[in-house]
């Protein structure tokens, strides 16, 4: 996906996944040229998913030279462009976990219609089958 802040000219490409080895690991890796400076950042749905459990497992990958890391570079300086940056990447987070649910739906369903057709193309078989008997 695609971030285009409105105090800069750039687009910032932010990318999405699953971590699929340990789900309790989620949320947003911030790096500031090339330096991780925020790691397992929580943002959109995964700041109130402790009993939903919408955005378990998802990492997303950003790297923010358009922020100012704080003094000791474990941080951003608070400011009105890093809580700008947070709200927009919680609405890209929440878009892509729907987009996920949503793909997961439509293959469990057509999973289930497929069973469902093969399940009566065999019964329909079997009723074919004349018996012999003798």
Known sequence: DVYKPSFINKRVKITFGFNCKNREHCGIMMYHKNRLIKSYEKVGCQIKSTS???GVGVIGVIECNFL????????FEYTKEYRLTLAALGMKLNDYWREKKEKKAKEKAARAKAKKEKQ???EEEEEEEPSTSV
């Open 68 to 75: 100012k890391p704080a003094h000791n570079k474990q941080d």
């Open 120 to 122: 009566l193309a065999e």
């Open 52 to 54: 939903r459990g919408a």
